[in-house]
C-alpha cells in the first residue's frame, strides 16, 4: 500500500522531463510503503518459502505496471482506473470500478492504521489487545480525517513528509539481516505448517501483493519521461523490480533472525528484529519511524478515497453529499465526515483477537478487490490497441490477475463479490437519475 497521489507527476509542456531511471524510483517510491511492516507477521505461517510468492507476485506486478504503463500512453487523459475502464468497457463498468476504487480506499487505510498501531504496541504492549488496539486505529484514522477536512493540502504535506522516514525500518532490517542472518534460522522457518509449498504459495499471494499495490502510478509516466515510447515500459518494470529487490531483501532478513513461530506472535517484526541486532534503542527508533509513516500513508490514502468519492458523486455514481456535477472540485465537509464514519465502523466490524489477525482479514479482502480492478484494466488496454505485444501484454495481465484471485482464500473473494453485487444494485439508481449514456469507443492504435 503506497501513498500514489502525494507525488508530483509534472503533466504541464514546460515541466521538466526526467529519465526512465529517475521514473522508476518514482514508480518505487508510489509502491514501497508502510503495507509491508506487518507483512511478515501475516506471512508467518507461510514461513521463508513465502519468498517464493514475493518472486511471484513480483513478475506479475511488473507486467500489471506495464499494461498500466500502455493505459497512460494510450489515454493519456484518463482519470484514473474507473476512466480506463469506462472508456473501454462502457459506463457500467466504470461505474463498478470508482465503487470498488473508493471500497479498496478505505478498507486498505484500515489495514495501515494496524500497522500503526501494531508498531505503537511496542511503545505501549496494551496496544495489542483488541480493544486499546481498535481505539488507537480509530484515534489514528479520525486524526487524518480532521486534517482532510481541513483541507487536501494539509493532509497531503503530513503525507509527503513521511514518505522518506518510512523506508528507515526497511533498511535497516536489511542490514541487519547482512549481520545477523542464520541459515540455520531461515532453513527453520521454511515450510512451519508442513503443507505441501503447492498449497501454501498460491494462499500467500494476496497477502504479499498488497505491497505492490500503487503500481498503477505507472499510468502517469508518459507525462514525466523524455521519450515515452521507449521509457515508459523500462520505468515501469525497473520501478516494480526495484520495490521487489527491496521487499525481498527485507523478508529475507527477518526469516533468518526470527523463528517463524516467534514471527506469528509480534505485532512489530522490523522493530523486534532491530532489538535483537542493534538493540532497544535502535528498535524504538524503527518502530517510532514505522508509526510516522503510516500516519503519512493514511493521510495520503484518506485523500485518495475522498476524492475518488468526490468524482463519483460528480459523475453521478455516489450521492451528492460526496460531490456535485454543478461544482466540480468542491469537497463538502460531509464527504470526509462519511468516509471517516465508514472506516470507524468497519475498523470495530472487523475486530478478531489479535492485530495480525484483523490485518490479513483487511489486506485480503482489499487486495482481492484491487486485482479484480486491475483485470479489468488490462481487458480496456486490448480493445484500446490493435497491436499484437500491447494485447499479448493485457492477455498475460488478465491471466495473472484471475489466477491470483482464484488461489485467494473464500473468506478474501467473498467480499469483492458482496460489494460487486451491492453496486449493481445501486446501478438501478444512477440509471435512473443518469441524463446520457457513455458508450465506449476505443481508439485504434
Known sequence: MSQTEILP???????????WGIAALVVAGNMI???????????????SSSLIGWLICGAGAMILAAVFAGLGRFQPDADGLSDFTRRGLGRFIGYQTA???????????????IAGTGYLAFFFPVLAEPVPAAMSNLALIAITTAAYATGAKVAARLGATTLVIGLLPLVLAIV???VAFSGATFSASWNPSGQPLTATIPASLVVIFWSFLGLESAAALSKLVRDPARDVGRASVGGVGLALVVYVLASAAVFGVIPAGELAQSTSPFADLAARVFGASVAGLVAACAVIKALGTIAGWTILG?????SAGEAGYLPRVFGHASRPGHLPLSNPLINGSIMALLIVATIQPTLAGQFGLLIGACTVLTICLYALCCISLFRFSQSTGWRILSVVGLVFSVGAVVAAAPGNVIPAIVLFAVASVGWIRVRKGANDRVDPVPPTL
Not at 9 to 19: E, V
Open 9 to 19: 507527476i509534472p503533466d504541464t509542456p514546460s515541466a521538466r522531463k526526467i529519465g
Open 306 to 310: 475522498g476524492e475518488t468519492a468526490r
Open 176 to 178: 541487519a539481516g547482512a
Open 99 to 113: 465503487i470498488a476504487y473508493w471500497g479498496v480506499c478505505l478498507t486498505g487505510n484500515i489495514a495501515v492504521a
Open 33 to 47: 510503503g508502510s503495507g509491508v511492516y506487518l507483512a511478515p507477521v501475516a506471512l508467518a505461517s507461510t514461513g
